[in-house]
Nanobody, 123 residues
Framework: QVQLVDAGGGLVQAGGSLMLSCAAS????????MAWFRQAPGKEREFVAS????????FHADSVKGRFTISRDNAKSTVYLQMNSLKPEDTAVYYC????????????????WGQGTQVTVSS
């Protein structure tokens, strides 16, 4: 069993930056692919970025490529999402997720989820 705790959300103006973190506990972090998803009101949960265990290969959705960066610190069992040049359309609840296996953008393929952290970008 893996527990994930998301943190770092908040209110920011368009063009600003935030860094989200996701701390894992309860089981070894080793071997898990980690990802960030987001869900805006009235919309389905969508993939944002993923990162493999080792080597840390990353993949970002086109909508955030060049603005967001996913990273991980395996010694701290923590994954991060650095978000720059934020836009109002980035407003959503952001969730981290974990799975054993190769990265995927499919929501239902992830086994463990954080509780979510709200990101609001004002125009």
């Amino acid at each position: 069993q893996v527990q994930l705790v998301d943190a770092g959300g908040g209110l920011v103006q368009a063009g600003g930056s935030l860094m989200l973190s996701c701390a894992a506990s309860g089981h070894t972090f080793s071997g898990y692919t980690m990802a960030w998803f987001r869900q805006a009101p009235g919309k389905e949960r969508e993939f944002v970025a993923s990162i493999t265990w080792s080597p840390s290969s990353t993949f970002h959705a086109d909508s955030v490529k060049g603005r967001f960066t996913i990273s991980r610190d395996n010694a701290k069992s923590t994954v991060y999402l650095q978000m720059n040049s934020l836009k109002p359309e980035d407003t959503a609840v952001y969730y981290c997720a974990a799975r054993l296996g190769v990265p995927t953008i499919l929501v239902h393929r992830y086994t463990y989820w954080g509780q979510g952290t709200q990101v609001t970008v004002s125009s």
